[in-house]
């Protein structure tokens, strides 16, 4: 379990607290590249670690993250004109471009030179996959977009989706970095997850975050191997195949990101990729799942369309997910009903519980350093320390006696990936 006081120092992101400022220097997800589709269409508002922000697409296809609130008087900007290179306040004519420089304001003197002297808040942005990442920290501490695998792939080799969550971002995370809810939570009665239902767990610090990996005993004396990553800071890659795509996981695998919306909120990014062939137009099926707004269809309201017989019957939940395998409501409603944000202090943590312990312990060493003044880790600055390729995912059966020997390229840094030699991170391992 965690302290009050460590729950509160992982937990609060707005401005001025410890983890709100430390996120601050990463690229974050903030919306979907579909809610600003073309050039110079409608704004959007976005909320992203308590911040209130407007994002548009200018004439010239550059996104701005903008402050939504003018500069002049405070109207917001979503209501603004988005024309001729630059958003537009309704209230004055105040015009800002994609950097927050304010071109125009008209209803000054011929002449003026006020514009020049107000510096409107605005976030660099990167489009990757269908997303748009947002950097919110210092300018002159601005860090490289990090060379993940997925980021140099074809668009149409990509997709992402968006479904708002009401509680915290860490309860969601958390659910990412835990292996032995599968054989629970999304239990079908049509498709059986592997039948040992207590995997043994090894967790591996990194300079991206944590290795997280579960194994499983299979038939014939075989092991299931799954390993997902933690990544820092609200991210974790996963297996994916009957999980909301056709995927398996020689071809890709999925990142799930929980930005923070506030204390109390997080939208779920769902990212996934395919190495070998551009996505289908029915992947995946997880978009089914959620309505206008990204709110899903399944949710607290409606207790997340729980039948009873389908429980007895069909799955372990008894929860629709609009398509077999995305999960998307039994997710949210086990980290939703928690409520918007749990009290940590209040649990009785097991064995099966390590993923997310070394997480949690990862984000505290890593903010508690942030504190001292030391620079977070996996913010990348230098391009050759841009290596990404032990970032990975997947799930396999493996037949070998030693199934590390299979996965050489399991590197605990991005020196020991240059060099492909295995890993050597300090390793935890938890046994039934």
């Known amino acids: ?49 308590g911040e209130d922000l407007v994002a548009f697409r200018d004439t010239n296809g550059r996104i701005g993250l903008l402050a939504e609130a003018c500069s002049h008087r405070g109207t917001s900007l979503f209501y603004g004109r988005n024309e001729e290179g630059g958003l537009r306040c309704i209230y004055h004519g105040w015009k800002y471009d994609a950097e927050g ?13 006020f ?20 950097y919110m920290g210092p300018p002159e501490r601005e860090p490289l977009f ?39 939570l999304h239990r079908s009665f049509r498709f059986e997850l592997p039948s ?69 909120h997080s939208a779920r990014f769902d ?18 799942a959620i309505g206008p707004g990204y709110r899903r269809f399944a949710n607290a309201a409606n207790h997340y369309l729980q039948d009873r017989e389908k429980q007895r019957t069909e799955n372990y939940t008894g929860m629709t997910d609009f398509g077999f395998g995305s999960f998307l409501a039994h997710d949210s409603c086990a980290t939703e009903s928690m409520g918007p944000l749990y009290d940590r202090s209040r649990e009785h943590l097991g064995v099966s519980d390590l993923g997310v312990i070394s997480v949690r312990r990862r984000l505290l060493d890593v ?10 880790a996996h913010v990348v600055t230098e391009p050759a320390r841009n290596v990404m390729t032990h970032v990975t995912s997947f799930a396999e059966i493996s037949d070998a006696a030693n199934w590390r020997a299979e996965y050489p390229g ?7 990936a240059r060099a492909d030699v295995p890993g050597h991170a300090r390793v935890s391992v938890a046994s039934r």
């Open 101 to 113: 420089r304010v071109l125009d304001t008209p209803a000054e003197p011929a002449g003026s030179t």
């Open 1 to 49: 379990m965690l302290s009050k006081e460590q729950n509160q120092l992982l937990t609060q992101t707005d401005r001025g607290t410890p983890m709100g400022e430390l996120m601050r220097r990463y690229w974050l997800p903030a919306l979907l590249s579909e809610e600003i589709p073309a050039p110079d269409c409608p704004p959007v508002q976005v909320r992203l670690l």
């Open 410 to 416: 399991l590197a605990s840094s991005a020196e020991e």
């Open 146 to 184: 990090p060379a993940y695998e997925w980021a140099g792939l074809p668009a149409e080799q990509c997709y992402a989706t968006k479904a708002i969550q009401d509680c915290n971002y860490l309860q969601g995370l958390e659910g990412e970095c835990d292996s032995s809810h599968l054989s629970f």
């Open 271 to 288: 990212f996934g990729f395919n190495r070998r062939r551009p996505i289908e137009p029915d992947e995946p099926v997880r978009r089914r």
């Open 367 to 376: 903010v508690q350093a942030f504190q001292r003044g030391e620079q977070p």
């Open 115 to 134: 514009r020049q002297r107000v510096s409107h808040p605005a976030y660099p942005t990167r489009e990757v996959g269908g997303m748009v990442f947002a």
């Open 196 to 264: 040992d239902t207590a995997p043994r767990y090894e967790t591996e610090d990194t300079d991206f975050g944590v290795r997280l990996i579960a194994l499983r005993d299979a038939p014939g004396g075989a092991t299931y191997v799954r390993v997902s990553s933690f990544i820092l800071p609200v991210a974790c890659a996963v297996p994916v195949g009957r999980g909301g795509t056709s995927l398996d996981t020689s071809e890709g695998y999925e990142v799930h990101f929980y930005t923070p919306i506030d204390d109390t």
